[in-house]
Antibody, heavy 119, light 107 residues
Framework: EVQLVESGGGLVQPGRSLRLSCAAS????????MHWVRQAPGKGLEWVSG????????GYADSVKGRFTISRDNAKNSLYLQMNSLRAEDTALYYC????????????WGQGTLVTVSS | EIVLTQSPATLSLSPGERATLSCRAS??????LAWYQQKPGQAPRLLIY???NRATGIPARFSGSGSGTDFTLTISSLEPEDFAVYYC?????????FGPGTKVDIK
């Protein structure tokens, strides 16, 4: 059974940093691209960033480019999101999502970790 | 950035009725469009990928169609568990985007 478990969320002041983690199990992690998708309270879904199986291809939404960094450790079956210079508008539930064979399709999702940016 | 527009914003229907949801792209995405269902307090679930392919375990009452800029998700006969928010998403390029969603609620 595919499982994606996010962690690292919390309350953080504007301008500070936070690192999210996603622990994956139930599939061959290094065969698949992975993504972060967020959802602000009461709002829709926004793709944040994606990374290919070997970290050779990485993409970011314009809203986070230059502030967020995605990475992965295939030996640890883990995905990460380093978030710097956080803003109030980054407040959201952050989902880790598995890609359906590097196609930009999200076939499995975690339950999310909440990031709140506030002073 | 490819912008996706969904209509209507809210669709009020009764169980057993047919639901037709629309998604329009600001430029062609070929057939690279997916649909997701999200219920309150839950993560989204993949329903349809590449415009018309049902994901694993998705009931046959869900179907997708379209190509280029205009796409449709059809639920042939609404079951009580189908009342939810539906999002379309394009993967035409590595800048992935979602539509704003259509809420299907009980009339």
């Amino acid at each position: 059974e595919v499982q994606l478990v996010e962690s690292g969320g919390g309350l953080v002041q504007p301008g500070r940093s936070l690192r999210l983690s996603c622990a994956a199990s139930g599939f061959t992690f290094d065969d698949y691209a992975m993504h972060w998708v967020r959802q602000a309270p009461g709002k829709g879904l926004e793709w944040v960033s994606g990374i290919s199986w070997n970290s050779g291809s990485i993409g970011y939404a314009d809203s986070v480019k230059g502030r967020f960094t995605i990475s992965r450790d295939n030996a640890k079956n883990s995905l990460y999101l380093q978030m710097n210079s956080l803003r109030a508008e980054d407040t959201a539930l952050y989902y880790c999502a598995k890609d359906f064979a590097a196609m930009g399709i999200f076939d499995y999702w975690g339950q999310g970790t909440l990031v709140t940016v506030s002073s | 950035e490819i912008v996706l527009t969904q209509s209507p914003a809210t669709l009020s229907l009764s169980p057993g009725e047919r639901a037709t949801l629309s998604c329009r792209a600001s430029q062609s995405v070929s057939s690279y469009l997916a649909w997701y269902q999200q219920k309150p307090g839950q993560a989204p679930r993949l329903l349809i990928y590449d415009a018309s392919n049902r994901a694993t375990g998705i009931p046959a009452r869900f179907s997708g169609s379209g190509s280029g800029t205009d796409f449709t998700l059809t639920i042939s006969s609404l079951e009580p568990e189908d009342f939810a928010v539906y999002y379309c998403q394009q993967r035409s390029n590595w800048l992935l985007t979602f539509g704003p969603g259509t809420k299907v609620d009980i009339k």
